[in-house]
């Protein structure tokens, strides 16, 4: 089955720095991957979508220059966590659209689980 | 906007019993529906999914699900449960147009007691 793979798993960083996620396709095309974000208890919410070539479509509410998104290549999005500060420390989870399956159908990394001291 | 409503925090079930777990959504056509699994640290994993058709689907691990659209509802069942099946349960809805993010419910977290 399709294999969706995100790194790091776990990122402790101190508050005000940057720090990349990766989201990466391991098996298939993914024109589209998306972002979500999973509090404590919570369901998961779409941060933003990223598009192969393209610039990301942010959910509302979701700083575009806070939360960096980079889709340079069909296997690969990163989300860059900019001047993170303690209330972003949480459970991030990216997921891929596979080209070839029907609309609708995602596959999911295991998730990203950052802490900001 | 479309919402997923899943009524139940918390559900505790004995090994072997059956499962049932709720889901509503609200959205004014018929919509794509999902049903997701997530272990303690890991990702989701698709169980099943309802595009059209048959309203009573199968998935993966035993479980299955029933599109109920005058209830709009999409609950997922399993007859007899596992210990193996404790964990998370997501139901999700994709309403197409132009964004193709899915839209969740709060999730079911699932106890299995020996």
């Known amino acids: 089955g399709a294999v969706v793979s995100q790194h790091p798993s776990r990122v402790i960083c101190k508050s005000g720095t940057s720090v990349k996620i990766e989201c990466r396709s391991l098996d298939f095309q993914a024109t589209t991957m998306f972002w979500y974000r999973q509090f404590p208890k919570k369901s998961l919410m779409l941060m933003a979508t990223?598009?192969?070539?393209?610039?990301?479509?942010?959910e509302q509410g979701v700083e575009k220059d806070k939360f960096l998104i980079n889709h340079a290549s069909l296997t690969l999005s990163t989300l860059t966590v900019t001047s993170a500060h303690p209330e972003d420390s949480s459970f991030y989870i990216c997921?891929?659209?596979?080209?070839?399956?029907?609309?609708?159908?995602?596959?999911f990394g295991p998730g990203t689980r950052l802490t900001v001291t | 906007a479309q919402s997923v409503t899943q009524p139940d925090i918390h559900i505790t079930v004995s090994e072997g019993a059956s499962l049932e777990l709720r889901c509503n959504y609200s959205?004014?056509?018929?919509?794509?529906l999902f049903w997701y699994v997530q272990s303690p640290g890991q990702g989701l994993q698709l169980l099943l999914k309802y595009f059209s058709g048959d309203t009573l689907v199968q998935g993966i691990k035993g479980f299955e699900a029933e599109f109920k659209r005058s209830q709009s509802s999409f609950n997922l069942r399993k007859p007899s449960v596992h210990w193996s099946d404790a964990a998370e349960y997501f139901c999700a809805l994709y309403s197409g147009g132009g964004a193709d993010g899915l839209t969740f419910g709060k999730g079911t977290h699932l106890i299995i007691q020996p």
């Open positions: 990223s598009n192969e070539g393209s610039k990301a479509t942010y």
């Open positions: 997921s891929a659209k596979d080209m070839g399956r029907p609309v609708g159908e995602q596959y």
């Open positions: 959205y004014g056509a018929t919509p794509y």
